[in-house]
């Protein structure tokens, strides 16, 4: 296992999910976590006392990654209380479900308020952390993007398209914080989150017609973020997770 004590790490939306996930796999290894929320304050005061339980070290931290100046605060608060930052996580993440083919439903608003969460809110992140990650010497993002940015289906058309812009940014931004920074992606496929509540049938229909017939759990996708955190060499990459679904 990865030792990576002595290390800090940010995780947007850590509270739930694949967040909450990732949360729990950085501080087995040793990693101390600041767990962001913009809603789900429960859910991520419920992961950092799992954490601190298990004798590890979490805070967690408030910010709306949609919003540039509560994001540069976010970050502020993590390094100063963690003592700088070495990792940062982008997960944090939202979706409408709408037809694929509806385009009239596709209205400004959704593509507003996805494109400000998925896409820009990770630019800010990755921005405001940036000055923290180059002190460390070892710094390192990790986007989570998902097979929608590269097949184009997806909960919804705008939602694709945000993925899709990711999986660039994630490109872009890896040649821009180099050498001082790797910044890397991790493109899941279908992963058993809450997004599922509801639709289990439709999981099970899925995971059927799957190469290796089942759905991405929660924690097989924060092993591949942890992965990614570790390998020195790697940056610019998109990194496909989805049970065979795309091969």
């Known amino acids: 296992m990865m030792n990576l004590k002595g290390k800090s790490a940010l995780v947007t939306g850590g509270g739930t999910g694949i967040g909450r996930a990732v949360s729990l796999a950085l501080a087995d290894r040793g990693a101390a976590v600041a767990v962001n929320y913009s809603r789900s304050r429960a859910e991520a ?10 004798g590890g070290r979490a805070i967690a931290v408030r910010a709306d990654v949609s919003i540039d100046a509560e994001v540069r605060e976010m970050a502020a608060a993590a390094a100063e209380a ?8 982008n997960n944090a993440s939202i979706t409408r479900h709408i037809a694929l083919d509806d385009l009239e439903a596709a209205e400004d608003e959704v593509w507003d308020t996805l494109f400000a969460v998925n896409v820009k ?4 992140c990755a921005r405001a952390a940036a000055p923290f990650l180059k ?29 899709s812009a990711v999986h660039g940014l994630t490109r872009s931004l890896a040649r821009a914080l180099a050498p001082d920074i790797r910044v890397s992606c991790a493109a ?11 639709r289990e049938e439709r999981m099970r229909q899925l995971a059927g017609h799957l190469p290796l017939q089942r759905i991405t759990t929660p924690e097989e996708v924060a092993e591949l973020v942890v992965t990614l955190i570790g390998l020195e060499s790697m940056t610019g990459q998109v990194v496909t997770l989805d049970g065979g679904q795309t091969m």
Not at 121 to 124: A, I, L, Q
């Open 82 to 89: 963690l003592g700088g930052l070495d990792i940062l996580v």
């Open 45 to 54: 005061e419920e992961t950092v006392r799992e954490i601190v339980e298990r």
């Open 188 to 198: 899941p496929g279908a992963v058993e989150t809450r997004w599922w509540a509801g």
């Open 121 to 124: 809110g990770m630019f800010y």
């Open 135 to 163: 002190r460390s010497g070892q710094g390192a993002i990790v986007n989570v993007g998902s097979i929608a940015g590269s097949t184009g289906l997806g909960s919804s058309l705008p939602y694709a398209v945000s993925k």
